[in-house]
């Protein structure tokens, strides 16, 4: 059985302008000790995902429909006393500016050891223990002194090592990570980013990363899903997904990645702007974006298709290329 499974999952924020579909109808599973990257632009669901997942939605926000299954336990509905029990315990997230995660007011010790204490059977005292043993873990230098430091008196990649270590202190079996390594710079994203590789081989936990950066998606992740408007448009392995993208959104991705040999060129962006989300259209969301769209691409959206064992695409393009190589009929296709 899956750690995860997310089925149907929509949740939707309600303002004064209307609903806001954020999550509309994805599915996916993670399994124990694996590395699942979601990418996609700013505004595609990918934290909202994450949120529904932890349910610490804005109030605006609801689950509206679909199901999240936690070890076979659903969560959808469960009620904050349940929810209390899944957060920190089983699943913990680390959020992109770590500033925004830690209290200015308490030291970091206090804020780990609370964390130990409302989660776990341990004393005071051997929560201390266990705190210091996280700050070690996470390769922070002088743990016992920085116990008793503030937030402001670290660094950016320290204070990220921080809430790493109070992510883990209760080993949960599902970390998320949201766009983590974001608000650092380069030779500290890397150090993050290995610290993480390294945590989860030694404590064989399951990782949710979030980013928007396929290159650290193509050093951690062993399954890929790229979300674009609230729905999931592509999902494979990440060799799949890099090699042999099947969604021209993906491709479009693909193409604006600078790389060596693109020095002195023009960036290739994906041209117009994201789709509002208010206004959802009946066709694929990126069709007014793709140089590739049909007129299908504007009427309808297309299901996801299984192209190998662990690959599926959104595409109408899938479908052309099969009719044409004579793997589905057009009138077998018509008839779904």
């Known amino acids: 059985m899956a750690l995860l499974e997310i089925n149907d999952l929509r949740t939707s924020f309600f303002t004064d302008a209307g609903e806001v579909k954020a999550v509309n109808g994805i599915s996916f599973q993670l399994d124990h000790g694996k590395v699942l ?42 009620g904050e006393k349940t929810m209390r029990k899944v957060r920190g315990n089983k699943v913990s997230i680390i959020f992109q500016d770590p500033m925004t995660s830690l209290n200015p007011t308490h030291t970091i010790g206090h804020q780990i050891m609370e964390s130990i204490l409302l989660h776990t059977g341990r004393n005071k005292k051997q929560a201390y223990e266990r705190a210091v043993e996280m700050l070690r873990m996470v390769n922070i230098n002088e743990p016992e002194k920085r116990m008793k430091q503030y937030p402001h008196e670290l660094s950016g990649g320290m204070r990220q090592r921080v809430v790493i270590a109070m992510a883990l202190a209760c080993e949960p079996d599902i970390l998320i990570a949201d766009e983590p390594t974001t608000a650092l710079d380069v030779t500290i994203q890397a150090q993050i980013l290995d610290l993480m590789s390294s945590l989860q081989k030694e404590l064989g936990m399951a990782i949710i990363m979030i980013t928007h950066d396929l290159g650290v998606v193509a050093q951690m992740c062993d399954e890929v899903i790229v979300m674009y408007a609230g729905s999931i448009c592509e999902q ?4 799949e997904i890099f090699y042999n993208p099947r969604h021209e959104y993906t491709k479009g991705l693909m193409r604006s990645i600078p790389t060596a040999g693109t020095f002195g060129q023009r960036l290739s962006p994906i041209a117009g702007t994201p789709i509002d989300l208010l206004n959802l259209p009946a066709g694929c969301p990126f069709a007014p974006r793709c140089d590739a769209a049909m007129k299908i691409c504007i009427k309808q959206k297309a299901e996801r298709m299984i192209l190998n064992d ?8 899938n479908v052309k290329d099969k009719i044409e190589s004579g793997e589905l009929s057009p009138a077998k296709e018509d008839s779904k």
């Open 37 to 78: 990257g979601i990418v996609g632009e700013s505004g595609s669901g990918k934290s909202v995902t994450a949120y529904s997942i932890m349910q610490i939605l804005a109030s605006t926000g609801k689950i509206v429909g679909g199901s999240i299954k936690l070890d076979g336990q659903e969560l959808v509905n469960a």
């Open 236 to 239: 494979g392995t990440a060799d």
């Open 310 to 317: 662990c690959h599926y695409a959104a595409c109408w393009l």
